[in-house]
């Protein structure tokens, strides 16, 4: 197995490492022997593992795939710090332990849907998206975890809202499509009702809520949807903040101003299809952020 690039400052971070490290003399003959001796080893077991060690191509994707997910676990344990890194591999563990944190990474990422992956917990296409050979001179790999992680950490927030803030503990998956979606819902109804936890009433308990003037203000939406955010573990909250977009404080007004008219409708015994007209409208003409859904009986 080659570990040596063209460039140093590109492909994958594992190559980056031992070129730079043998730019500076800081890695010797012997050492880049035994690491590459580590390499082939662990490339034999991951084909026999899920491929086939005895076709040549099957065992070089192998190779390509130990290169990517190494370079993946190295980057994270060393803070992309090559020097750090290179002390790494040179440790008794060699490349077993940045293996390990790699093929970490991906399983904590890869998305739980119910059916088998070639690798396990390891979504295929992560894999595909990580292996590189060596001599590459563009890694992307890094980039596609990281949007694989953001990913995680939206759905992961998405089902902590759920759980934290709904009565219910039954979530269609059409119920929301987006993490700003299920957060907007939450503020909304918290902010109108007072309660902690969402029920399916809203549309019901909007006829006996007196609505406030200092609601209708950006202020206090920001203050409510930060009063929902600090019950959530730190990290989870700021996911979501990094998520939401610059228009949802303002559509979350918009949503506000139309519950004041649905509510005013809905005080002259209006029939639930007049109710569904304006909804249908104002939906069509400005879909409503937070808006509950639901049917009525």
């Known amino acids: 197995m080659q570990l040596i690039l063209r460039d140093g400052s590109f492909g994958p971070f ?19 022997t035994q690491l590459k001796s580590k390499a082939v080893l662990m490339s034999l077991k991951f084909a026999d593992k899920f491929y086939n060690k005895y076709k040549m191509h099957l065992l070089e ?6 290169i990517g997910i190494v370079s993946l676990g190295l980057q994270e344990l060393s803070d992309n710090d090559t020097e750090r890194a290179l002390g790494l591999l040179l440790a008794p563990e060699g490349i077993v332990k940045p293996f390990q944190k790699g093929w970490s990474m991906l399983a904590t990422v890869s998305k739980k849907t119910g059916k088998n992956s070639l690798y396990g917990d390891v979504e295929e296409q992560l894999v595909q998206n990580i292996s590189s050979p060596p001599d590459a001179e563009d890694w992307h790999g890094w980039a596609h975890y990281q949007t694989a992680l953001t990913e995680h950490r939206r759905s992961q927030s998405m089902q902590l809202l759920q759980q934290q ?7 269609d998956e059409f119920d929301h499509f987006s993490l700003e979606e299920v957060l907007a819902e939450v503020v909304l109804y918290r902010a109108l009702t007072g309660s902690d936890k969402v029920r399916q009433d809203l549309k019901q308990r909007l006829r006996t809520i007196t609505l406030q003037e200092h609601w209708f203000n950006p202020t206090f939406i920001e203050l409510q949807t930060e ?10 909250a700021e996911a979501i903040r990094q998520d939401l977009g610059q228009h949802f404080i303002p559509a979350l007004l918009r949503t506000l101003s139309f519950a004041k008219d649905y509510q005013a409708l809905a005080l002259t015994d209006a029939t639930p299809e007049r109710l569904d007209a304006l909804e249908g409208k104002q939906g069509l003409t400005n879909p409503l952020l937070g808006w509950p859904q639901y049917i009525e009986f």
């Open 165 to 171: 803030f709904y009565v219910r503990t039954h979530f």
């Open 61 to 66: 994707q192998a190779a390509c795939d130990i």
């Open 227 to 236: 009063a929902t955010l600090a019950q959530l573990p730190a990290a989870n």
């Open 14 to 32: 594992l190559t980056q490492v031992i070129s730079k490290a043998q730019a500076a003399e800081t890695l010797s003959s012997a050492q880049l």
